[in-house]
């Protein structure tokens, strides 16, 4: 009896014995399930979803205890940005394609609407000599365009050149992959420009009928959602935890892109830190921020880096977080060898945890929203996870389907990193 009680005290003794911290798994599965539910409407720009998301951060900010930095919840700005409110609609051959599976409007898509006869086009009908009898035999038409495939940076960006070109004189059919890919356009075409599905298409189809109308918003209002949790340290220097919490929206009311990894993850990351670090503070200020218009090309990050909240010369280090929702294979670090020490350490506190497979390095790349301001010189790293599911900027990068395997590792990462910092 004497054994049994020594060796309860023994597991109970919090210096005796050291728990790990409860899993937030949970917790960021609420979040992801909240950000990625069709009642955001993508996070995008249609039927305001990017705005919801802005307020219920806001309230979570609140909620958690967040300061508010200047008194200022909002960073406000504002982009032109196209859209597309209304049902879009392609039938080829009789058959009716699905949006978002069987195919997608160009982000940067003008509207059409009507029967068009199909006119085949290639690389060489869009030469200098041909062009004239081109854009006459386009008359009336629809212009399903023959471009080889590539990976090649150079001819895609002439084809993508290309398509424009003959979407000022006539709609326009790209064949596309297996999957389609979705993004954000700040301006709008004359004409509807349609990519389809690897297969969806029969060779022998004459006739395509389409229903697209765009919308371009001249002056879409935006904002960066910004929350600050002080060291006890007097004069303690900054350190930025940041993600984007905005997404690609949908393309009609039929074809909604959720962004569950990219970025509800991210955000689901973002918010569960600060919940840690209002709770125990980090021996360095930490200002938190939630990021718009990053599927619009870095916009929220770009204006924040030129209006920044504090001063970027007491700005430690800038961690950002995007696509966390997996980990099988562990994550990547970009600016790991500008940021040597920091990955270093990243990779120390692995080797002692053993709570991702791998902490792999990479350079610098301006792939999220870390670029604008490791441009002005701040240290900055983007922590982004590795393997798992892979869908990205489609349709269904959902929720339900998102994993989140290492999602309670990365936090621990993150946090021991954090505190490690002063």
């Known amino acids: 009896m004497k054994n049994l009680a020594t060796a309860v005290l023994l597991l109970c003794h919090p210096l005796l014995f050291a728990q790990r911290p409860a899993p937030v798994t949970e917790t960021a599965r609420r979040y992801v399930d909240t950000l990625a539910a069709p009642g955001m409407h993508g996070r995008g720009y249609v039927n305001g979803g990017d705005s919801l998301a802005a307020d219920w951060l806001a309230a979570q900010y609140d909620r958690i205890g967040l300061e508010k930095p200047g008194e200022q919840r909002f960073q406000r ?162 350190v930025l935890v940041t993600a984007h919490y905005d997404h690609l929206g949908q393309m009609g009311p039929d074809a909604l892109f959720p962004g569950a990894n990219d970025n509800a993850s991210g955000t689901a990351m973002l918010l569960c830190l600060a919940e840690r670090f209002k709770a125990h503070p980090a021996k360095v200020n930490l200002l938190f921020i939630s990021f718009a218009g990053e599927e619009a090309g870095l916009l929220g990050s770009s204006f924040c880096a030129a209006h920044p909240p504090v001063d970027l010369k007491q700005v430690k280090l800038l961690v950002n977080l995007d696509l966390n929702g997996t980990g099988d294979d562990g994550i990547t670090v970009v600016n790991a060898v500008e940021q040597k020490a920091v990955f270093d350490k990243l990779v120390a506190i692995n080797k002692r945890s053993k709570d991702l497979p791998q902490v792999k390095p990479r350079g610098p790349a301006c792939n999220s929203d870390h670029c604008p301001f490791a441009q002005l010189g701040v240290p900055a790293i983007f922590i982004y996870t590795m393997g798992g599911v892979s869908f990205y900027h489609d349709v269904q990068d959902r929720a339900e389907t998102l994993p989140l395997t290492k999602f309670d590792g990365l936090y621990r990462t993150l946090t021991t990193l954090l505190q490690s910092l002063k």
């Open 77 to 238: 700005f504002s982009f032109p940005v196209n859209t597309f409110p209304d049902s879009v609609k392609v039938r080829i051959g009789g058959s009716d394609l699905r949006p978002g599976l069987d195919f997608i409007t160009d982000p940067a898509s003008g509207s059409d609407e009507g029967r068009f006869r199909i006119v085949h086009l290639t690389p060489e009908d869009l030469s200098a000599e041909r062009k004239a009898s081109t854009w006459a035999a386009l008359e009336g038409g629809i212009a399903l365009l023959h471009f080889p495939a590539t990976k090649n940076r150079d001819s895609t960006a002439l084809f993508t050149k290309l398509a424009e070109e003959v979407a000022q004189h006539a709609p326009v059919l790209r064949q596309g992959g297996a999957t389609l890919t979705w993004s954000v356009a700040l301006e709008a075409l004359p004409h509807a420009v349609i990519e389809l599905r690897e297969g969806v298409m029969a060779d022998s189809a004459t006739v395509a009928v389409i229903e697209v109308k765009n919308v371009l918003l001249p002056k879409h209002d935006a904002r960066n959602v910004l929350g600050v949790v002080r060291s006890k340290k007097r004069k303690a220097p900054w």
